[in-house]
């Protein structure tokens, strides 16, 4: 939340879009995470079945969140 809200002054927003934030995140041996760097267009390109699987996860979570056929119910 800190690194959106650090650039959020220089985030256009937009009613007719939006934007995704690729994370990279480091692991240390006592698997506390340590931020190396954001994004701002992430590469969606699959070098493996995993990849693949992975991005393709997350774009259907995308589109979930997002509700184009307008099935979710709630704020």
Known sequence: MKSI??????ILPS??????YG???ML???????????NGGPS???NTDF???L????????LSI????GILEGN
């Open 5 to 10: 809200q650090s650039v959020q002054k220089r």
């Open 23 to 25: 994370y990279d995140i």
């Open 15 to 20: 009613k007719s879009s939006f934007e995704l």
């Open 55 to 62: 991005k393709c996860g997350l774009i259907d979570d995308v």
């Open 44 to 46: 969606m390109t699959a």
């Open 66 to 69: 997002i509700d184009l056929e």
């Open 51 to 53: 990849d693949c699987r």
């Open 28 to 38: 240390d041996s006592n698997l506390r995470p340590w931020l190396i760097e954001v």
